[in-house]
């Protein structure tokens, strides 16, 4: 049980390139969220998802699109990175009711 | 819109003391409560949720309550450990359909040998 993990790691971008993170969870949930966190600013919510084939927007959705073609899976995509997106991104899944668990984070640089 | 404060930002404790951080929000209408623990350059991990039904919940060293009428909660930490050492953060369910977690800026917690 691997709980949910994050592909990948570490990324360095260009200004106006393009990259997916992937986040898979092996829990059955519901509930998958993408977060990004910046010091001064805690945690703050750019999309989530309350089941497969639906996404929904939260406090910070601009520059990011997602999908969710797979319950244990949502991808957040940069269609043309900018240096303001430079973050650590966190995902995280839940049942409708329950904890929220979390992945490891993927730290990304846009220069 | 619920706000969430975490008070202290910062704390720094010797080893053995018995410590509270605390959480408060705006909005008593909430679901539940959860605290997480974040280790340097880690992600987050759940330490405990509260129903807004319950009162307190207990982990080993851990215990933390919920006022839900007066928008408080707060995580006791007993006999405290250099392994304690990291940053504490709270969030709130709305009570509402799908309304997702708000969460807190956290409680920056250094526990000296």
């Known amino acids: 049980n691997a709980g949910v993990t994050q592909t990948p790691k570490f990324r360095v971008l260009k200004t106006g390139q393009s990259m997916t993170l992937l986040c898979a969870q092996d829990?059955?949930?519901?509930?998958m969220y993408w977060y990004r966190q910046d010091p001064g600013m805690g945690l703050r919510l750019i999309h989530y998802s309350v089941g497969e084939g639906t996404t929904a927007k939260g406090e910070v959705p601009d520059g990011y699109n997602v999908s969710r073609l797979k319950k244990q899976n949502f991808l957040l995509g940069l269609e043309s990175a900018a240096p303001s997106q430079t973050s650590v991104y966190f995902c995280?899944?839940?049942?409708?009711?329950?904890?929220?668990?979390f992945g490891p984070g993927t730290r990304l640089t846009v220069t | 819109k619920q706000e969430v404060t975490q008070i202290p930002a910062a704390l720094s404790v010797p080893e053995g003391e018995n410590l509270v951080l605390n959480c408060s929000f705006t909005?008593?209408?909430?679901?539940?409560l959860q605290w997480f623990r974040q280790d340097p350059g880690k992600g987050l991990t759940s330490l405990l949720l509260?129903?807004?039904?319950?009162r307190e919940q207990t982990s080993g060293r851990l215990n933390a309550s919920l006022d839900k009428s007066s928008g408080r909660s707060t995580l006791y930490i007993a006999a405290s450990q250099p392994g304690d050492s990291a940053t504490y953060l709270c969030?709130?369910?709305?009570?509402?359909?799908?309304?997702?977690?708000?969460f807190g800026k956290g409680t920056m917690l250094l526990v000296s040998p």
């Open positions: 829990m059955n949930h519901e509930y």
């Open positions: 909005d008593s209408a909430i679901y539940n």
């Open positions: 969030a709130v369910k709305p009570d509402s359909g799908y309304s997702t977690l708000t």
């Open positions: 995280a899944s839940t049942f409708r009711t329950g904890e929220q668990y």
């Open positions: 509260i129903q807004s039904s319950q």
